[in-house]
């Protein structure tokens, strides 16, 4: 009852009352309320309620509130080390200087408070949560700790009062046994419940969680409280079992023994069954006895149907199930818990970690006590995770989680050895290793598929496909990276036996069989799970224990290492049943076995200085080991031969993982180093027989013109033999595991990277095979790497190329490289693709071709090999035995002879051999001691096997097995028709019998059979076997081969000299090719490059030199080299076969000389006709200026490829771009662009843009003026003006309509949306989207229109005035239709209206209507002339903003302003000028007052000060009949300058101070008087400023700040400096329009002179004056008087009477000069950028966009892609370049660091603008390497976008589809 009445009082009075009870020294009463009071609190019950959270916390806080109670507790804590936990994708930062455990990492806070600069560090995406290490000692060094935790902070903390946590040590206990109940009562069997029901609980009890999170938060005082409560033993028992009668808990405490029971690793169905069989494997041998023994037993009937657990039913899906056998059977047993901890982690397993859950266990981890005691129970709960696990549906997750975790824990050494010798780790891990691949075994089929004991994994299974076990093998990785732990590990026999038969699981795993008939119906990816199994399963844990096996005193782990390998492969080959012969067409590339077998050894003797021959198994063992490496190499030969084709892409698939960087040196190399082991101990001639019976060249290998082969076709002849050459080079000239230092290995496969292509330094660290455990502490950014770069490779800074492709910082090799290291040898072994051999090969002939040391096609250079290490010395037997000599022979004779399927790359290889065995001797003493019995054995060839000796030794007849119808065949016949005297038929037949006794004969095969039997026998002691008689071995036969074979004796009479001489003759196609006193002075090392001569140049000088017998044969047979006599040409089909070899060569030369010659046309073509940046490249046509002549224009279409005029019947068109573009309206005022705001004080102001303030200017009229008046007084276009550009292409329009509808017939996918009328120009692929029509010829009449005139400015005046009048006779449409009807509605005139669509179209409505009645004729108006004063421009923005540089510039080029001038033009005639408005009567003319002609509602009219200029003078020119002449557009030129000048005049009296204005309004007045007054700006400003002085208010408004506007004192000079400056905007307009009207040229000019330069091109003035001397002033010319004029429209302005004066002086004001477009200044580093954005708030949803983005233009922080932003359908980036830039956008992705442009309804990437020290991009932010801006790139990027080219420059464009 206590509680309830404790219940009703307010909480923080009772916490406070308990609390003081508490304190007591007796406070068996307050204990008692509280746990009353709690019962009914924390009634689990009522379930998860907000309440029961609320009065915990009071009760905590004891009286006070939460939040200060927090507080308090945090100023106790204690903590030194950081321990903040994030999630997935957080932003953490990793440091390589300062980690000792590679795994460490740093919050983002840790890491910028540290010093690391200089560091190699990186910041990356977590992928797996994980927690900050700062702090740590165990984990990194403390030099990298952050300022805030190099303090030891702990020392000066002081103790915390005993009674501030008094209540948490009472209240928690009860709180977590609360939350413990919840999740045993919410817990169901994942069988019978839907996932869901988990997700509810979770969510449910989210906030409990949470608040036990924000209690680990407050530091390392409540972190001891929680601690000792979690690990309590005695608090568990109390409260596990609920107290008392509770009935709540005793069903739930129920429901939690049950799930325990199914905790164990074997529940206890399983273990009965497997009981018996666990017994018997107590033996050490246990383990791998399992592999063969029980294996067979258990595989049942394939019933599909599984059991409730999901892994009894292993057994019956036709897979083999081991029984368990491990030491400890504890690790089987079901789970007992003895704290929450443990319990909690418990639930926390079951209910597949959720993520808070996750986090409230990492968070305590700061805490030593906590730790310790949660990696035990971590530990103890290890296999049902791993149980848990592979149940799960949601493996991924719940493997990062687990990960997340684990990593904490076993990354410490301290930690993870203390486990290890308390807990078992190993064995556990390793047993559940075991238990988990047990799931998914299946039978071998490799080898004898009926009888085969072997099992593997079976790929196939999720297990392995979505790597499920990747989480325990990176733990076991984890754990093997620390010394102490791997040394347990090797010194334990039984772990190491179990570890080795887990790893023959996948020895032999996914076995291709090749298909020989049909091609395969599905092909399998089972591949990739395969290779990953492999390197993370087996290799990465291999690499892990060799990095502690590198010193002497470990030797002995190697050696057991070695022995288990030993005798588990032993057992393998008797578990396939394995003899001698591999079966056919089985291919494995996964030998893991042999691999670990082969790493240990090369580590023992390279390292350790082990014998070889200790580690090494019998002759016979080792002929076993070799048989599967081997058939792997003849298969990859296989492969690249296609014979394997019909087993689809996935077996080239697999052969380019096995030679893959990140895959090689665990797979391929072990595999070519173990041969190579085989190969220094066997006996070589076996050894090479096997080789060239496994590559299938055997029946090649004749001296016979032709033979039969029967296991190859013909065209795969050729690769098979040149893959065997090929093999044998690399073994014999391979030395990565004999003998080179770590070093030079880095820098062999650095070069050969290289050489195969440029890369870049990420893409190079990449492909170095690294030592692939990323726990062995070997990093690959490690300094040797970087020195190691520079000395072989020279950096090429990124560049930008002009096709827009952008070029990253590329590495390439120095001249010495090619010159002396390139090895094409290494090349062609780490080459995944066969065509970078040839780009190797290419790249090396243009060095030699540059640096002029050979100019043909050269060879694979031969490089001299680093000495073997002793050991490995018998690898040189293999180049010195007979059968190798006899093959070379027989290859060379066959050469020369032109047999069929011999190549360059097969007599390349021969020679390297030959030059290995010249360069490799062996000690002369071994030849000696060779018994002389062997040389009888075989015909034989050879005296003996040195070649140096046998290079001499001349071989006379060979006897060979031939078909019938081969040539030799046809010879012995025609010579037996002519013995037709008996008498030389006894001669000849007797030397014939001769012959025969003397030839030879070979097979390879019997030698190998002979061979292989012979070392059997040796080993079996039993010698008394005879040997197989001889005569067998001559006929020894490939069975079943066709019986019309027969013998045939062939004549050589040549040795391996002659046939090199004579080869050497037929590669330089001239006789006498060498003469023997040139061979003298071939230095082999100038000898090093060139082509085949060369080689065998190099070689004869070897053999002279290092023999005198060599020497003497050489000299005979240079001093008797005459024409060879080959037996007569072989016969002509054999002829054909050589012929259609050459005419193939000769083909493929002839190709590469056209497409080379094809390139370089299109290479110049592209330079003439795109315009790609480059101002010097001229227009093809630049249609706009080419000087006008007397007949009509030609133009050429580039579809029909006809020229002629354009005419009204059939238009011609310019290509165009029309595009809608704020460019323009983006302009600011300053000099200086703005900068992109990162931090939150920073701001970005829009209002003083171009764009802003002409819409400022525009409103402010329209409020009290007539509207049709403002909207002729201003232009609009700045934002969404309308760009028209074109690539100077013309072509009919009706050609133009074809050529669409084929395009949109046209299924293929283009960047471009046909629909919408977008198309590529057919001649030069620019992307345009209208055609422009060209208006027809430009008659005779020209010549009038320039001639100059003169007549008075008052004719002209008159004269123009009247050409306005016409307006009225000039309309086109319906009024006309009468009187001219052909004019009305020919083909031009509707494509000029089709174009004017178009324009319309181009931008949105909000850019046209700026009228008060949307779709007005006078809206029209605007809108028309602003796309001609828009493109105007932009034109002098690309020209730099002045008209200094002259000339035609690149964007002139673009330019089509000429013909957009008719179109419009046309289109504006349709508007008349009210003649009581127009504009040039007021400009022209004083009047006397008009006011009576207001009507009182009608607004008046925009004053004349008020008028933009260039609009009016576009205007004047667009509305005035076309051609006009010049005189005419001179006279309006003039009239303009006049009242510009008047503008700049009051615009600068506006800025003057009352004094000021006072001093020159009385200079003005008395110069008024003198003659040309008004050619003087000092009496014309007096003028302006007496007459705005009668009204007051002009000046008054604003004379309280104009003081702050004049502080410098205004000197004539800088008066007239800035009347010019002013006025110069509209003079460049004038001239530029007059260079398009009139085809002037425009002469460049130094800045300072430009305006008197522009004057007088305009005509104002006529002689060309120094501008020092200039005065504006005296280019006026009135034709009235001047002071009448400027009165009159100063007094427009003051006869506003309800204008406010502020709003007059603002609109007087107007200054035009604006600065060049800029898009944002960004900051240099972008860590500044990304960490400010990645994490702020998007403005419109208040959330943390998931990709957020930055627009350069703007500033603009927005949502990329996200729904939250959506409007309408649109995604926010599109809505924003619509808005911003007219539907330009350019954006950077903050988590990408790429710029997207968006270009209407596309969108492509850019690139990006940031860079890291390599000159390389890191697109998504992959590598974190801190990036630079580039300011080239930036530059570009701005380029493109002022100059509108991204649609030209950037190819690869999509569709965005509103997605962005």
Same mark, same amino acid.
């Given at each position: 009852m206590m509680a309830a009445s404790l219940l009703r009082r307010d909480k923080k009075t009772t916490a406070a009352h308990l609390k003081a009870d508490l304190r007591r020294t007796d406070n068996s009463s307050g204990q008692r309320q509280l746990q009353e009071l709690l019962d009914s609190v924390l009634n689990p019950e009522r379930g998860s309620d907000p309440e029961a959270l609320e009065w915990c916390k009071w009760l905590l806080a004891g009286g006070e509130g939460f939040d200060e109670f927090c507080r308090t507790v945090r100023s106790y804590d204690n903590a030194t080390l950081c321990g903040l936990v994030w999630t997935a994708n957080f932003v953490a930062y990793r440091c390589r200087t300062c980690g000792i455990s590679p795994c460490m990492s740093l919050c983002a806070e840790c890491f910028n408070n540290g010093d690391h600069t200089g560091h190699d560090f990186n910041m990356f995406r977590s992928q797996a949560g994980g927690a900050c290490d700062c702090g740590d000692g165990n984990v990194m060094r403390e030099s990298g700790f952050c300022s805030r935790h190099r303090l030891k902070t702990g020392e000066n903390v002081p103790l915390v009062p005993r009674d501030l946590l008094l209540m948490s040590e009472m209240v928690l206990p009860r709180f977590i046994i609360t939350i413990i109940q919840y999740l045993r009562d919410g817990y169901v069997e994942p069988e019978s419940a839907a996932d869901r029901d988990l997700q509810k609980v979770l969510q449910q009890l989210e906030p409990q969680i949470s608040f036990l999170e924000e209690l680990t938060k407050m530091g390392g005082a409540m972190r001891t409280v929680l601690t000792k409560i979690l690990t309590n033993q005695q608090t568990f028992k109390e409260l596990s079992m609920g107290?008392?009668?509770?009935?709540?808990?005793?069903?739930?405490?129920?429901?939690?023994?049950?799930?325990?029971? =199914?905790?164990?690793?074997?529940?206890?169905?399983?273990?009965?069954?497997?009981?018996?069989?666990?017994?018997?494997?107590?033996?050490?041998?246990?383990?791998?006895?399992? $592999?063969?023994?029980?294996?067979?037993?258990?595989?049942?009937?394939?019933?599909?149907?599984? &059991?409730?657990?999901?892994?009894?039913?292993?057994?019956?899906?036709?897979?083999?199930?081991?029984?368990?056998?491990?030491?400890?059977?504890?690790?089987?047993?079901? $789970?007992?818990?003895?704290? !929450?901890? %443990?319990?909690?982690? /418990?639930?926390?397993?079951?209910?597949?970690?959720?993520?808070?859950?996750?986090? !409230?266990?990492?968070?305590?981890?700061?805490?030593? &006590?906590?730790?310790?005691?949660?990696?035990?129970? /971590?530990?103890?709960?290890?296999? !049902?995770?791993?149980?848990?696990?592979?149940?799960?549906?949601?493996?991924? =997750?719940?493997?990062?989680?687990?990960?997340?975790?684990?990593?904490?824990? /076993?990354?410490?050494? %301290?930690?993870?050895?203390?486990?290890?010798?308390?807990?078992?780790?190993?064995?556990?891990?390793?047993?559940?290793?075991?238990?988990?691949?047990?799931?998914? $075994?299946?039978?071998?089929?490799?080898q004898d598929e009926d009888n085969n004991r072997h099992v593997v994994v079976n790929c196939g299974e999720a297990l392995l496909k979505n790597n499920t076990y990747w989480p325990l093998v990176s733990d076991f990785i984890n754990i093997l990276s620390h010394q102490s732990v791997a040394k347990r590990f090797l010194e334990d026999h039984s772990l190491l036996l179990l570890w080795m038969s887990f790893v023959s699981f996948f020895q032999g795993m996914n076995l291709n069989k090749r298909e020989l008939n049909e091609h395969v119906e599905f092909e399998s990816q089972t591949y990739y799970a395969a290779f990953a199994a492999e390197l993370e399963a087996c290799a990465q844990p291999m690499w892990g224990l060799l990095t502690h096996c590198r010193v002497k005193e470990t030797h002995e782990y190697t050696k057991t290492v070695v022995r288990y390998c030993l005798e588990t492969l032993q057992m393998w080959f008797d578990a396939i049943g394995f003899v001698d012969e591999p079966s056919l067409n089985q291919l494995t590339f996964h030998l893991p076995l042999h691999r670990y077998y082969a790493m240990f050894l090369s580590k023992g003797v390279k390292c350790q200085g082990l014998d070889l021959d200790s580690l090494l198994p019998d002759q016979e063992m080792l002929m076993k080991i070799m048989v599967h490496p081997l058939q792997i190499q003849a298969s990859l030969s296989e492969i690249h031969s296609n014979m394997w084709v019909r087993n689809g892409l996935q077996i080239k698939g697999q052969a380019m993982t096995y030679v893959q960087s990140h895959f090689c040196n665990s797979m391929i190399d072990p595999d070519i180093y173990l041969l190579q082991v085989c190969a220094s101990r066997l006996d070589p001639d076996y050894f090479i027989s096997s080789v060239f019976e496994r590559f299938k060249v055997v029946d090649l290998l004749t001296m016979a013109s032709q033979h039969q082969n029967t296991v190859l076709d013909s065209e795969q002849e050729r690769p098979m033999l040149e893959g065997a050459l090929t093999f044998l080079v690399i073994l014999t000239s391979l030395r990565i595991h004999l003998g080179m230092s770590d070093d030079e290995i880095l820098r062999a496969e650095m070069v050969s990277q290289l050489c195969m292509n440029d890369r870049t330094h990420s893409s190079l660290l990449d492909l170095i095979p690294e030592n692939p455990n990323p726990k062995s502490g070997v990093v690959p950014g490690s300094c040797s790497f970087e020195e190691m770069l520079s000395g072989v490779a020279d950096f090429k800074a990124p560049v930008f190329e002009p096709g827009g492709s952008m070029q990253q910082g590329m590495y390439t090799p120095k001249a010495e490289v090619w010159e002396k290291e390139f090895d094409p040898i290494m090349v062609i072994l780490r080459t995944v693709y066969r065509r970078d051999v040839q780009s190797a090969m290419d790249r090396y002939a243009a060095f030699l071709k540059q640096s002029g040391v050979h100019t043909g096609n050269p060879w694979p250079p031969y490089k001299e090999r680093t000495p073997l290490h002793p050991c490995y010395r018998g690898l040189v037997r293999l180049l010195h035995c007979k059968t190798l000599h006899i093959v070379i022979f027989t290859l060379l004779y066959k050469i020369w002879m032109d047999h069929q399927n011999m190549s360059e790359h097969v007599l390349c290889m021969v020679l390297y051999l030959i030059e290995l065995g010249l360069d490799n001797q062996i000690q002369e003493d071994k030849v000696e001691e060779e018994p002389c019995i062997e040389e009888h054995c075989h015909d034989s060839w050879f005296p003996g096997t040195s070649l140096l000796s046998n290079l001499h030794h001349v071989i006379n007849y060979v006897r060979v097995r031939v078909p019938e119808t081969a040539p030799e065949v046809e010879r012995k016949r025609e010579r037996e028709r002519e013995r037709e005297t008996p008498a030389s038929t006894s001669t000849e037949s007797s030397t014939f019998g001769q012959n025969l006794r003397e030839a030879q004969v070979f097979s390879l095969v019997a030698e190998r059979r002979r061979k292989f039997q012979e070392i059997i026998n040796r080993s079996n002691h039993e010698a008394s076997q005879a040997v197989r008689p001889k005569s067998s071995s001559s006929r020894w036969l490939p069975p079943g081969s066709p019986p019309q074979l027969v013998t045939e004796i062939l004549e050589i009479r040549e040795s391996m000299l002659s046939l090199l001489v004579k080869v050497h003759q037929k590669l330089s196609a001239k006789q006498n090719s060498l003469s023997f006193s040139r061979l003298s002075e071939v230095d082999p090392a100038q000898h090093s490059h060139g082509d085949g001569i060369t080689a065998i140049e190099r070689i004869l000088a070897k053999a002279v030199a290092r023999s005198r017998h060599s020497k003497r044969c050489l000299q005979d047979i240079c001093g008797k080299v005459c024409p060879p006599i080959p037996p007569k040409k072989n016969s002509p089909g054999d002829k054909k076969s050589m012929d259609k070899e050459e005419r193939r060569q000769r083909a493929r030369e002839r190709q590469q000389k056209l497409l080379a010659e094809f390139a370089s046309r299109q290479k110049s073509f592209?330079?003439?006709?795109?315009?790609?940046?480059?101002?010097?490249?001229?227009?093809?046509?630049?249609?706009?200026?080419?000087?006008?002549?007397?007949?009509?224009?030609?133009?050429?279409?580039?579809?029909?490829?006809?020229?002629?005029?354009?005419?009204?019947?059939?238009?011609?068109?310019?290509?165009?771009?029309?595009?809608?573009?704020?460019? $323009?309206?983006?302009?600011?005022?300053?000099?200086?662009?703005?900068?992109?705001?990162?931090?939150?004080?920073?701001?970005?102001?829009?209002?003083?843009?171009?764009g802003a303030a002409h819409d400022v200017r525009l409103s402010v009229m329209q409020r009290y003026f007539k509207d049709s008046s403002c909207l002729q007084s201003v232009s609009i276009g700045w934002d969404g003006g309308v760009y028209v550009q074109t690539c100077g292409h013309t072509l009919h329009i009706d050609c133009h309509k074809s050529y669409m509808e084929s395009l949109r017939n046209d299924q293929v996918l283009q960047g471009f949306s046909v629909d919408k009328g977008e198309f590529t120009c057919p001649l030069c692929r620019q992307f345009a989207n209208s055609v422009l029509p060209c208006r027809p010829g430009r008659g005779t009449e020209t010549g009038i229109w320039h001639a100059p005139s003169n007549k008075s400015m008052a004719t002209l005046v008159k004269e123009v005035e009247d050409l306005q009048e016409q307006l009225g006779i000039f309309p086109v449409r319906a009024s006309v239709k009468q009187r001219d009807p052909i004019l009305a509605e020919s083909n031009l005139s509707k494509e000029m209206e089709s174009v004017i669509k178009d324009i319309k179209n181009t931008t949105q409505k909000k850019y046209m209507d700026y009228g008060k009645n949307p779709g007005s004729p006078d809206n029209d108006f605007l809108f028309m002339y602003s796309v001609a004063r828009t493109n105007l421009e932009l034109e002098l923005v690309h020209r730099g903003g002045n008209l200094c540089s002259g000339g035609a510039s690149a964007a002139a080029k673009r330019s089509c302003l000429n013909q957009l001038f008719h179109v419009l033009a046309m289109h504006m005639r349709l508007y008349s000028i009210d003649s009581a408005y127009n504009p040039w009567t007021r400009l022209t003319q004083t009047t006397q007052s008009r006011e009576p002609e207001f009507c009182d509602d009608e607004r008046p009219e925009v004053p004349m000060l008020f008028r933009d200029v260039p609009s009016l003078l576009i205007i004047f020119i667009l509305t005035m009949p076309q051609p006009l002449r010049r005189e005419h557009f001179t006279c309006v030129v003039k009239v303009l300058y006049s009242l510009q000048y008047t503008q700049a005049l009051v615009a600068l009296s506006i800025r003057f101070s009352r004094e000021e204005r006072r001093a020159w309004s009385h200079t003005g007045v008395a110069k008024k008087n003198t003659p040309n007054s008004n050619k003087s700006w000092e009496s014309l400003l007096g003028h302006v400023i007496s007459e705005l002085t009668k009204t007051k208010d002009v000046y008054d408004s604003n004379s309280e700040d104009s003081s702050v506007l004049s502080s410098s004192v205004w000197s004539p000079q800088s008066i007239e400096f800035s009347l010019q400056q002013i006025c110069l905007p509209f003079l460049r307009l004038s001239c530029l329009l007059q260079h398009h009207l009139y085809g002037d040229s425009l002469p460049g000019c130094p800045v300072d002179e430009e305006f008197s330069l522009l004057t007088g091109c305009l005509g104002l003035h006529a002689s060309v004056q120094s501008t020092g001397s200039m005065s504006s002033a005296s280019c006026l010319e009135w034709n009235v008087n001047a002071f009448d004029l400027i009165s009159q429209w100063c007094s427009e302005v003051f006869s506003l009477a309800d204008t406010p004066a502020q709003q007059s002086v603002s609109l007087l004001a107007q200054d035009p000069q604006w600065t060049a477009p800029r898009l944002l200044q960004l900051p240099d580093n972008y860590n500044t950028i990304f960490q400010y954005y990645h994490r702020k708030f998007c403005t419109s949803c208040n959330k943390t966009p998931k990709d957020p983005a930055l627009c350069l233009v703007c500033g603009a922080f927005v949502c990329l892609k996200g729904h939250c932003c959506k409007q309408q359908g649109i995604c926010e980036c599109v809505l924003h370049s619509q808005h911003c830039g007219a539907a330009t956008g350019i954006f950077l992705l903050i988590n990408a660091s790429v710029i997207i442009i968006i270009r209407g309804h596309r969108f492509c990437l850019w690139g990006s603008v940031y860079l890291d020290a390599h000159g390389e991009e890191d697109r998504d932010l992959r590598r974190g390497k801190p990036l630079y801006l580039c300011e080239e790139r930036y530059r570009v990027l701005e380029q493109q976008w002022v100059s509108h080219t991204f649609d030209h420059i950037n190819k690869r464009w999509g569709p965005h589809y509103n997605g962005l």
């Open positions: 107290q008392g009668e509770n009935v709540y808990a005793k069903k739930n405490y129920e429901k939690y023994l049950s799930a325990l029971k =199914t905790s164990g690793l074997v529940s206890a169905e399983e273990r009965g069954s497997g009981g018996a069989a666990a017994g018997a494997t107590e033996s050490p041998g246990g383990a791998l006895c399992l $592999l063969g023994a029980t294996a067979a037993t258990s595989i049942e009937d394939s019933s599909k149907e599984e &059991d409730q657990d999901g892994l009894q039913g292993v057994g019956q899906r036709k897979r083999v199930k081991l029984s368990s056998s491990t030491k400890d059977p504890s690790i089987m047993d079901t $789970l007992k818990h003895k704290c !929450f901890l %443990e319990e909690l982690l /418990f639930w926390t397993i079951k209910y597949e970690f959720p993520q808070k859950m996750v986090t !409230f266990l990492l968070n305590m981890l700061p805490d030593q &006590d906590y730790k310790i005691t949660f990696t035990k129970t /971590f530990v103890q709960h290890y296999a !049902f995770i791993m149980k848990t696990l592979m149940k799960s549906h949601e493996s991924d =997750t719940m493997s990062n989680r687990i990960v997340h975790i684990s990593v904490q824990l /076993f990354s410490n050494e %301290e930690l993870a050895r203390h486990v290890t010798e308390e807990c078992q780790l190993l064995d556990i891990m390793v047993t559940v290793l075991l238990y988990m691949m047990e799931s998914c $075994l299946i039978k071998s089929e490799l592209m330079e003439t006709a795109m315009d790609v940046e480059s101002p010097e490249a001229d227009a093809v046509m630049d249609v706009g200026s080419s000087e006008p002549l007397d007949s009509e224009v030609l133009y050429d279409c580039v579809i029909c490829g006809q020229s002629g005029p354009s005419t009204e019947d059939r238009p011609t068109g310019l290509v165009v771009l029309l595009q809608a573009s704020s460019v $323009l309206g983006h302009r600011c005022r300053s000099e200086t662009p703005k900068c992109l705001p990162t931090t939150d004080e920073e701001h970005i102001y829009p209002e003083d843009t171009c």
